[in-house]
């Protein structure tokens, strides 16, 4: 079994280059932490001004597996390299979160 | 091998209701079809005023897929219902098409 997830954010359009070239080369140590919280067939996309994150869950606690991602280091130094690139979208930022979740309507197999 | 895709379009706030109602119970000529054009994992979750589809294509050609579905009469009649509800993004509508497709900058398996 698997949750499946869309999130979306802003990119900031005089960030755009910078992060796509972080993208050709996302350091080892960072997905290693996202397969260890449980992070499958992670795609991100680029559509405008905007990203859009792709993933499917296969744990069995998603507050704790974030939390580890969280407290990681290496992820937190690359999050101070995306970060800087991305604009939450207005409900996310009033919330003080980044990324925002999309709802699921349909789904087939 | 299977192409990942993501697809974008404006949801009408005034039908937003009514394409989720018909989400709950997609005809199921509509997925047959969709499977016959060698889609799979098809997902469509709504963020606001957007639309956003990720699926998998696994087909060798993807144009003759997508035509085939455009042909069939029963899709036809579904698009009937879900295309009042849509709004194509502006590069979309100038194109004269309806989902916009994004673009793929990174995948972690």
Known sequence: MSERHLQIIGLKPEAKEEYIRLHHIVWPEVEARLSA???ENYTIFN???LLLGYFEYTGI???ADMAAMAADPIT????KLT???QQPLPAAAAAGKM???AVEL???A
């Open 99 to 101: 990324w925002d979740d």
């Open 37 to 39: 919280s449980n992070i």
């Open 83 to 85: 970060d800087p690139c």
């Open 76 to 79: 937190q130094q690359w999050w």
């Open 47 to 49: 559509h405008g001004d």
């Open 106 to 108: 349909w789904h087939l």
């Open 61 to 63: 606690d998603y507050a």
